[in-house]
């Protein structure tokens, strides 16, 4: 349980860098694309149902579904896999990370919604998700080396 | 040993427990029968009216068609297809025509007219349906799959049959997974004419404006836009946006007039510079101008007309003209100051399940699909609607009739009445609208962000005595 624990934490911290770069990749291509004569207005940005204006715009799309989606059952999983991991303080810092991921999906949403503050504090809030995924995968690591005088109860967790 | 590994799991387990039931019930509770009628959807809403008007009085859907079985004035087939799209750019994509080409032939007709369109669907494989956007048609005619008819499979034939019983810009498009067929090109203008056709002084132009995958077009053709005008004609250009987002259009070169918004001409409506309107999704606006010697451009944020000889284009006018305060009073032929009913539309936006799938859903008076409001009529109510968005734009459109626009945010309309069958709500406004219930049947009232109306933004404006023999699901998908 705990190697799961750790696993997941870091999986989390990916996921942080692949929506950074997701983004990233979306913005070169907006720009290229305006670049070539493309309007970007309100009915384009609330355009669906039909073939990509630029492929690149499949970042926002990876984007909405990791933050939305992946990322938060991430969050959920890893709160459960803590109750069974015996990772100290693991338990409030999966809660912890849940809740910035939370905090993070109103953030985006509220930005969406035409909140520029809410932006800001989005991509500042993703450095903390990253760091406090790292905490997490840490501690499930250095817990695992430290012999404990439970472990014996441990066995076939 | 054991008393210690037995509390932590039962701790663990007491956990896991808080955290998912709540999850697993909210899951549970939002999953929709396979099938549903759209008159046992959601919460009957009565705004303040009586409950049965007329409880023995009992009328179908099906059989609110154009009464008598004359000859059609104006007759258009239509066949639909899955098809390939190619616009002048080289660009090429998977799309819907009708009758081979998207948009679909413009249909033009005059007030009392019959009309009549066989829509017949070649290889549209999830069936389709037309949709008469704006025009007051008996309900049968309305073209919403599940709610007025069914779907049209592949190989069968849909005739609507109506009289248009105002003049100005419409529009038609598929109300079968719209929110896919209308972006791939089920689409296409109807201008209503006034009895006797139009005054032949104007140049009367429809400037149908369409994304094709990012790609902006006006009567599917991009860029600069040449048209066939002189200096010192007068030109009428119908511009439809048939988008899921607000369009801007202008006037480059000379001033310009706002004619008509949706299909209702603005009561003396003065003549404006320096100022760009905005297009709703869904709605329509009439600019109307005399082209200058030195030339005019219509700008439509991306693709313009060109009309007379080439002139410079100009950057979009910061100010935006407003409806609220446009053009001058007139009677409305109704007191929206005496409503029968009262109804609250506000949108909403909450992390939640709908259908079965998490996410960040539409809220309607702080519900979520289905359990959206029915706003209950009867026949000529006096209708008052308050529509507030707390999050994003959307393009409200109420089906079969129009509304006029009271005020926006507490501000009185103190303009032409401002009628509007598509109406842009930005976050953070409220619109107090009225309406006359003169059109009996089951009436779709939705975002026409068609995206929207896919995630659940949809309720509908229900009659009293009107049945529903349609159902949503087994394939009628309207949005
Ligand atoms: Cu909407």
Partial sequence: MRSAYRVL???????????AAALAWMFSGLGRWIQDGGVLDKATMEEEGGPLPFPELVGIIVHGINGQVLIPLLGVILLIVSFFARVPRGVVIAASLLGLIVLQVILGMTARGGVP?????????????????LLAANRARSEATEPRPSASADVGV | MWGSRRRRIVAGLTG????????????????VPRSYSVAEMGTPDLGGGAAHAHPDHRVAVPDLTEPGDGTPDVRVRLIARSDTIRLDSGQEMHGLTLNGTSPGPVIRAEVGQLVEVELFNESVTDGTTLHWHGVEVPNAMDGVAGVTQDAVPVGSTFTYRFRPPRAGTYWYHSHQVSHEQVPRGLIGALVVEPRGGLDSETTDLVALVHSYGGTRTVNGATGEIPVDATPGDRVRVRVINTGNGPISAWVSGTPFRLAAIDASDVHRPE???????QVTAGGRADLELVVPASGARVELSGPSLVLGPDSPAERRPEARLDPLTYGEPAPLGFDPERPDRRFDYAIGRRPAFVRGRPGLWWSINGHLYPDVPMFMVAEKDVVRVSITSRSDVHPMHLHGHRMVVLSRDGQPATGSPWWVDSLNVAPGETY??????????????????LGHAAEGLVAHLMYHGVAVPYRIGDGNVPE
């Fill in chain 2, 16 to 31: 896991c427990a808080l955290l998912l039931a709540p999850l697993a019930w909210m899951w549970q509770a939002s999953l």
């Fill in chain 2, 432 to 449: 107090e609208v009225a309406f006359v219930a003169d059109n009996p049947g089951a009436w779709m009232f939705h975002c026409h962000h």
């Fill in chain 1, 9 to 19: 934490a870091y999986v989390i911290a990916a996921e942080v860098v692949v929506q």
């Fill in chain 1, 117 to 133: 503050i809410s932006s800001m504090v989005h991509g500042a809030n993703a450095l903390l998700i990253f760091a406090v995924a």
């Fill in chain 2, 271 to 277: 003549t404006v510079t320096d100022r760009h309107v």
